[in-house]
C-alpha cells in the first residue's frame, strides 16, 4: 500500500489520514437521500444498524434496508480483502453507480463506515439534521486503508473521579469516531472502586465513595468538602462492554494490586499489612499519590482477588486482564514480620520479588483460564512473569526490555502520552501537573522506538493515551484534556506515519480544521486551538503548579 499522501487527499481531511485515497471518475457528488437504500451482506448487519443509528440519525435519511440498484450502500465482509489489508482493513469506493464499503472482516466494515461518516461532513455527527436539507453528498473517491497497530487504546480512570455510565457510553463513540479500538477501564484504586462484586458488597458500599477530595495538586491546601463517589453495577458494565462490542472496541478492566489498593483495604482491612498498620481505622483516600497502605502478601488476600477476578472475568470477556503492579511502595512488607515471613517461606531474595511473587500468581491464574494478564512496567522489577503483556508508562525503557524479552508490549509513555499532562506552558491551563505536551508533540509520538529490531518491533502490539483524573472531576474537564489530542494520536496509530521528525505538522493542523468541526458537532469540549476560555482557567494556586512539588503522574 502507499503511503498517506495528503496532497493527494481531495480536501477530504480525514482523520486518522488513510493509507490511500484516489478520486473516482465520473468526478462530481453522489447524493444520499429519502430513497437510499443499506444493503449489509453477512457479517455486516451490526454496521448497518449503526450506519442508520448515527448517520441515519444526524441526517434524517431512513436508510432502509434494500438493495436498489441504482441508489444504495453496500455493506460486505471481504476475505479477499481480509488476507490483503488485514481484518481491519476495509475499502471504501463511492462512484457513479453505488457506495460499496468492504472490510476484512466486520471491524474493518466499520471503521470504513466510520469514514463514510466523515465524508459526508460535520453535520453527520449530530443527532438531529439542521435545517432543510434533502440531499446528503459524498465525494467520488476510492479509499483503502488498514491500522498500523492492533491496539489503539484509551484509558479511563474512573477510579480517580467517577465518571457516569453515560460518559462511558459517550466516550465509547468518540473512540470509534477516531478508529480507536480498546478502551482500558481502570476500575479501582486508592481513592475509589468502582466495579460491583457480588462477594465482596462493602468493596462498592465503602470502597466507592470518599468523604471529600483534595483540589488540585497533591501539595495543594485545598478540598472539596463534598463526599465523592460511585460506581458500576455489573450489569452497566456488561452494557458498557455490549456497547464497545458493537464498536469494535474491547473493553480491558484493571483490577489494580498489590498497590494502589486503599479503597479495598478501607471496605476490608483484613487485606491490608494488619501487624504493622491499623487498616480499621483507614478510609478511602482523600488525596493524590501514592498510598503507603498496600496488600498483605497472604494466602487470604490470594483467594480474595481471585473471587473479584471471577467475576471481574464474567463480565469482561477482553482476552486481557490489567492487573496493574504500578507503583507498590515497598515499606510496609519491609516493616512486616508476616510478609518477611512469606518471603522467607517462598524463598524471596527481596520486596520486588515479592511483588512478582502477586503478579506471577495471577499471570498463572488467569492463563489457566485462557486470558493474558497485563501489566505497568513495574512488573518488569523482580522478574518478568511468563505470559506478561507490559503497559510502558514510565517511559520507553520498560517497553524496551519486555520486547527484547519476548513479551508484548503497549507503549503508554507518560513523557508521550499521558493526557492529563497540560496542552501548553503559561499560567492559563487549567491542570497544574506535569509535562507540557502540545498537540504538536502528540503528533511526534511513535510507539516503536528506534533501537529496537524487525522482531522486538512486532512485539508492540500498539500504544495507549493514558486519562488519568485527579484533577479531571467531569466530563467537561476530561474532553478539554483529551481533545484535540486524542485525534492525533488516533493518527499515530492507526496511518503508517513517516518517522516523528519528518511528519507534516502543518498539513495535520490543516486537517484538524475540518475536525474541530466534527467534534462541535459531537459536542465535544475540546481544547480550543487558540487557547482556554476564561471559564477553564483554574484561579490561584489551583493554576499553577506548586513551587517545588514533584508532577503529579
Ligand atoms: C501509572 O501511571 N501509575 C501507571
Same mark, same amino acid.
Given at each position: 500500500?502507499d503511503?498517506?499522501?495528503?496532497?493527494?487527499?481531495?480536501?477530504?481531511?480525514? =482523520?486518522?489520514?488513510?493509507?490511500?485515497?484516489?478520486?473516482?471518475?465520473?468526478?462530481?457528488?453522489?447524493?444520499?437521500?429519502?430513497?437510499?437504500?443499506?444493503?449489509?451482506?453477512?457479517?455486516?448487519?451490526?454496521?448497518?444498524?449503526?450506519?442508520?443509528a448515527?448517520? $441515519?440519525?444526524?441526517?434524517?435519511?431512513?436508510?432502509?434496508?434494500g438493495?436498489?440498484?441504482?441508489?444504495?450502500?453496500?455493506?460486505?465482509?471481504?476475505?479477499?480483502?481480509?488476507?490483503?489489508?488485514?481484518? *481491519?482493513?476495509?475499502?471504501?469506493?463511492v462512484?457513479? &453507480?453505488?457506495?460499496?464499503?468492504?472490510?476484512?472482516?466486520?471491524?474493518?466494515?466499520?471503521? $470504513?463506515?466510520?469514514?463514510?461518516?466523515?465524508?459526508?461532513?460535520?453535520? @453527520?455527527?449530530?443527532?438531529?439534521?439542521?435545517?432543510?436539507r434533502?440531499?446528503?453528498?459524498?465525494?467520488?473517491?476510492?479509499?483503502?486503508?488498514?491500522?498500523?497497530?492492533?491496539?489503539?487504546?484509551?484509558?479511563?480512570?474512573?477510579?480517580? &473521579?467517577?465518571?457516569? /455510565?453515560?460518559?462511558?457510553?459517550?466516550?465509547?463513540?468518540?473512540?470509534?469516531?477516531? /478508529?480507536?479500538?480498546?478502551?482500558?477501564?481502570?476500575?479501582?484504586?486508592?481513592?475509589?472502586?468502582?466495579m460491583? =462484586? &457480588?462477594?465482596?458488597?462493602?468493596?462498592?458500599?465503602?470502597?466507592?465513595? %470518599?468523604?471529600?477530595? /483534595?483540589?488540585?495538586?497533591r501539595?495543594s491546601?485545598?478540598?472539596?468538602?463534598?463526599?465523592?463517589?460511585?460506581?458500576?453495577?455489573?450489569?452497566?458494565?456488561?452494557?458498557?462492554?455490549?456497547?464497545a462490542?458493537e464498536?469494535? =472496541?474491547?473493553?480491558?478492566? *484493571?483490577?489494580?494490586?498489590?498497590?494502589?489498593?486503599?479503597?479495598?483495604?478501607?471496605?476490608?482491612?483484613?487485606?491490608?499489612?494488619?501487624?504493622?498498620?491499623?487498616?480499621?481505622?483507614?478510609?478511602?483516600?482523600?488525596?493524590? $499519590?501514592?498510598?503507603?497502605?498496600?496488600?498483605?502478601?497472604?494466602?487470604?488476600?490470594?483467594?480474595?482477588?481471585?473471587?473479584?477476578?471471577?467475576?471481574?472475568?464474567?463480565?469482561?470477556?477482553?482476552?486481557?486482564?490489567?492487573?496493574?503492579?504500578?507503583?507498590?511502595?515497598?515499606?510496609?512488607? /519491609? !516493616?512486616?514480620?508476616?510478609?518477611?515471613?512469606?518471603?522467607?517461606?517462598? $524463598?524471596?531474595?527481596? *520486596?520486588?520479588?515479592?511483588?512478582?511473587?502477586?503478579?506471577?500468581?495471577?499471570?498463572?491464574?488467569?492463563?489457566?483460564?485462557?486470558?493474558?494478564?497485563?501489566?505497568?512496567?513495574?512488573?518488569?522489577?523482580?522478574?518478568?512473569?511468563?505470559?506478561?503483556?507490559?503497559?510502558?508508562?514510565r517511559?520507553?525503557? +520498560? +517497553? =524496551?526490555?519486555?520486547?527484547? !524479552?519476548?513479551h508484548?508490549v503497549?507503549?503508554?509513555?507518560e513523557?508521550?502520552?499521558?493526557?492529563?499532562?497540560?496542552?501548553?506552558?503559561?499560567?492559563?491551563?487549567?491542570?497544574?501537573?506535569?509535562?507540557?505536551r502540545?498537540?504538536?508533540?502528540?503528533?511526534?509520538?511513535?510507539?516503536?522506538?528506534?533501537?529496537?529490531?524487525?522482531?522486538?518491533?512486532?512485539?508492540?502490539l500498539?500504544?495507549?493515551?493514558?486519562l488519568?483524573?485527579?484533577?479531571?472531576?467531569?466530563?467537561?474537564?476530561?474532553?478539554?484534556?483529551?481533545?484535540?489530542r486524542?485525534? @492525533?494520536?488516533?493518527?499515530?496509530?492507526?496511518s503508517?506515519?513517516?518517522?516523528?521528525?519528518?511528519?507534516?505538522?502543518?498539513?495535520?493542523?490543516?486537517?484538524?480544521?475540518?475536525?474541530?468541526?466534527?467534534?462541535?458537532?459531537?459536542?465535544?469540549?475540546? %481544547?480550543?486551538?487558540?487557547?482556554?476560555?476564561?471559564?477553564?482557567?483554574?484561579? +490561584?494556586?489551583?493554576?499553577?503548579?506548586?513551587?517545588? !512539588?514533584?508532577?503529579?503522574?
Amino acid at each position: 500500500m502507499d503511503d498517506p499522501d495528503l496532497d493527494r487527499d481531495p480536501g477530504l481531511d480525514l =482523520i486518522p489520514a488513510p493509507v490511500s485515497v484516489r478520486e473516482v471518475p465520473p468526478s462530481g457528488r453522489y447524493v444520499l437521500d429519502e430513497e437510499t437504500r443499506v444493503e449489509a451482506r453477512p457479517g455486516a448487519e451490526g454496521v448497518a444498524r449503526w450506519l442508520r443509528a448515527t448517520v $441515519g440519525a444526524a441526517t434524517g435519511l431512513p436508510l432502509a434496508p434494500g438493495d436498489d440498484d441504482d441508489n444504495r450502500i453496500v455493506l460486505a465482509v471481504d476475505p479477499a480483502l481480509g488476507r490483503r489489508l488485514g481484518p *481491519e482493513g476495509y475499502r471504501v469506493v463511492v462512484d457513479g &453507480h453505488a457506495v460499496r464499503v468492504d472490510g476484512g472482516s466486520s471491524a474493518g466494515v466499520f471503521w $470504513g463506515a466510520q469514514t463514510l461518516r466523515q465524508l459526508l461532513g460535520p453535520a @453527520a455527527f449530530r443527532r438531529a439534521p439542521i435545517g432543510a436539507r434533502t440531499g446528503w453528498e459524498l465525494p467520488m473517491v476510492a479509499i483503502e486503508d488498514a491500522p498500523r497497530f492492533v491496539w489503539r487504546g484509551v484509558l479511563l480512570d474512573v477510579a480517580r &473521579h467517577f465518571l457516569p /455510565k453515560d460518559g462511558v457510553l459517550r466516550y465509547l463513540d468518540l473512540l470509534a469516531a477516531h /478508529k480507536l479500538n480498546v478502551l482500558h477501564l481502570h476500575l479501582t484504586d486508592d481513592q475509589g472502586w468502582r466495579m460491583e =462484586i &457480588h462477594r465482596y458488597p462493602e468493596l462498592t458500599r465503602t470502597g466507592a465513595w %470518599r468523604a471529600r477530595t /483534595k483540589l488540585g495538586h497533591r501539595a495543594s491546601p485545598l478540598w472539596d468538602e463534598r463526599p465523592h463517589g460511585g460506581y458500576y453495577t455489573q450489569d452497566d458494565l456488561r452494557e458498557i462492554v455490549a456497547y464497545a462490542a458493537e464498536r469494535h =472496541i474491547t473493553v480491558v478492566p *484493571e483490577i489494580d494490586l498489590p498497590g494502589h489498593s486503599q479503597a479495598a483495604i478501607a471496605a476490608y482491612p483484613e487485606l491490608g499489612n494488619t501487624d504493622v498498620v491499623d487498616t480499621a481505622a483507614l478510609t478511602v483516600w482523600d488525596t493524590w $499519590g501514592v498510598s503507603p497502605n498496600v496488600l498483605a502478601p497472604t494466602d487470604h488476600t490470594l483467594a480474595f482477588y481471585e473471587n473479584v477476578l471471577a467475576e471481574v472475568l464474567d463480565v469482561f470477556p477482553s482476552p486481557f486482564v490489567h492487573i496493574g503492579g504500578d507503583e507498590c511502595p515497598k515499606d510496609q512488607w /519491609k !516493616a512486616s514480620p508476616a510478609a518477611r515471613a512469606r518471603m522467607a517461606a517462598e $524463598g524471596l531474595a527481596d *520486596e520486588d520479588e515479592l511483588q512478582s511473587w502477586f503478579i506471577r500468581h495471577f499471570d498463572r491464574w488467569l492463563a489457566e483460564r485462557g486470558r493474558r494478564m497485563v501489566g505497568w512496567d513495574e512488573i518488569l522489577e523482580g522478574g518478568l512473569a511468563e505470559g506478561a503483556t507490559v503497559s510502558s508508562w514510565r517511559g520507553y525503557a +520498560g +517497553g =524496551i526490555a519486555a520486547a527484547r !524479552a519476548g513479551h508484548d508490549v503497549v507503549m503508554c509513555p507518560e513523557q508521550q502520552v499521558y493526557l492529563d499532562h497540560r496542552q501548553a506552558p503559561g499560567a492559563d491551563e487549567p491542570v497544574p501537573i506535569g509535562y507540557v505536551r502540545t498537540l504538536e508533540d502528540v503528533y511526534r509520538f511513535d510507539p516503536v522506538p528506534a533501537e529496537l529490531t524487525g522482531t522486538e518491533a512486532a512485539r508492540i502490539l500498539g500504544a495507549q493515551a493514558n486519562l488519568w483524573t485527579e484533577v479531571m472531576e467531569d466530563q467537561r474537564r476530561l474532553d478539554y484534556q483529551a481533545f484535540p489530542r486524542l485525534a @492525533a494520536f488516533a493518527e499515530t496509530v492507526w496511518s503508517p506515519l513517516p518517522a516523528p521528525a519528518a511528519r507534516d505538522h502543518p498539513a495535520f493542523e490543516r486537517r484538524m480544521a475540518a475536525h474541530y468541526a466534527r467534534l462541535d458537532a459531537l459536542g465535544v469540549d475540546y %481544547r480550543p486551538p487558540g487557547g482556554p476560555h476564561p471559564w477553564q482557567r483554574r484561579p +490561584g494556586v489551583l493554576g499553577r503548579p506548586i513551587e517545588g !512539588a514533584p508532577p503529579i503522574v
